[in-house]
């Protein structure tokens, strides 16, 4: 049974750098595409970064440059590194992963299968 599990969330204040963690299990790290999403209240659920089955990340153009997805050396953890946080930033962060792999549809969350219960990052100006 696939799991996964966010942490670090929290409140900060505009520029300030926060990383996101996403514990896994259930499945083999290599075998799955990994990803980050993010909702504000009222709008829908936005990909902002994903790695893909051989290991390539994808950004969403409101983070690039600014945050990194990453994983531990057994895929079995996955990060976001968070800098220049902006007010925008702020909404719930859910990690997730798909089997299947498609670069095109990368950052679509409907693509996913298994989602963590989320994380909330606040950023105030």
């Known amino acids: 049974q696939v799991q996964l599990v966010e942490s670090g969330g929290g409140s900060v204040q505009a520029g300030d750098s926060l990383r996101l963690s996403c514990e896994a299990s259930?499945?083999?790290?290599?075998?799955?595409?990994v990803g980050w999403f993010r909702q504000a209240p009222g709008k829908e659920r936005e990909g902002i970064a994903a790695?893909?089955?051989?290991?390539?990340?994808k950004y969403a153009d409101s983070v690039r440059g600014r945050f990194t997805i990453s994983q531990s050396n057994a895929a079995s953890t996955l990060y976001l590194q968070m800098n220049n946080l902006k007010p925008e930033d702020t909404a719930m962060y859910y990690c997730?992963?798909?089997?299947?792999?498609?670069?095109?549809?990368?950052?679509?969350?409907?693509?996913?299968?298994?989602w963590g219960q989320g994380t909330q990052v606040t950023v105030s100006s």
């Open positions: 790695i893909d089955r051989a290991g390539n990340a």
């Open positions: 259930g499945y083999t790290g290599s075998n799955y595409c």
């Open positions: 997730a992963a798909t089997p299947t792999s498609l670069w095109q549809s990368l950052l679509s969350a409907a693509r996913y299968n298994f």
